[in-house]
């Protein structure tokens, strides 16, 4: 099992530039999600989705669109990079669960090996 | 407002010994999960430890256990014998919610552990 694969590792924009990051998971998870994580911020969420044709934003979804047209793929499309969007970018899924505070609750984000972003 | 503070940005343990990382959290939802997850400086998330709001026990998972206090919403980090491959960021994080609302997570900024020899 490949897990979450996320390409590039690797990506230089410049302002301006549109890029699509792609993430694709091969464990059949019904939850797939995207955060960006920058110094001294954790991570945060950028957009989240719950099955194919589903998708719901975060806590910081400006600049960023998503679509998932199929269960295994949640590509991250950067519209017009900014500066402000230099982060390393983490796509992660999961299965869907039950309660969150039960022992059925403990559906383990699966994370991608991350992708970093730098936008001059 | 924060839901997870991580008040330690970095830490100190001698081989061996047992460190604690503190992580405490706000949420009304009486149904909530909250993880560890580490860091290694090769970037990838690794899962460590799992608690549920309903758990009675604290969880344990190899050396690794969280110090789950309710009423005091903490849920503290607990690594025993440390080891050098545990120096790694760690972080806190908190799903929250009567359902796993699409494996959303809240993280706190995190720990970066460091373990001398």
């Known amino acids: 099992n490949a897990g979450v694969t996320q390409t590039p590792k690797f990506q230089v924009l410049k302002t301006g530039q549109s890029m699509t990051l792609q993430c694709a998971q091969d464990?059949?998870?019904?939850?797939m999600s995207w955060y960006r994580q920058d110094p001294g911020m954790g991570l945060r969420l950028i957009h989240y989705?719950?099955?194919?044709?589903?998708?719901d934003q975060g806590e910081v979804p400006n600049g960023y669109n998503v679509s998932r047209s199929t269960t295994e793929d949640f590509p991250l499309r950067l519209l017009s990079a900014a500066p402000s969007q230099t982060s390393v970018y983490f796509c992660a899924s999961s299965y869907r669960g039950g309660l969150a505070g039960g022992s059925s609750g403990a559906n383990v984000l699966t994370f991608g090996a991350g992708s970093r972003l730098t936008v001059l | 407002a924060q839901k997870i503070t991580q008040t330690q940005p970095g830490m100190f343990v001698q081989e061996k010994e047992a460190v604690t990382l503190d992580c405490t959290y706000d949420t009304s939802d009486p149904s909530y999960g909250l993880f560890w997850y580490k860091q290694p400086s090769s970037g990838e998330m690794i899962f460590l430890i799992y608690q549920g709001s309903y758990d009675q026990q604290n969880a344990t998972e190899g050396r690794y256990s969280l110090n789950f206090q309710k009423a005091r919403k903490s849920a503290n980090l607990v690594i025993s014998a440390s080891q050098l491959g545990d120096s790694a960021m760690y972080f806190c994080?908190?799903?929250?919610?009567?359902?796993?609302?699409?494996?959303?997570?809240?993280f706190g900024q995190g720990t970066e552990l460091s373990v001398k020899p």
């Open positions: 989705s719950v099955g194919a044709g589903i998708t």
């Open positions: 464990m059949n998870h019904e939850y």
């Open positions: 994080a908190m799903r929250e919610g009567f359902y796993n609302q699409g494996g959303k997570l809240i």
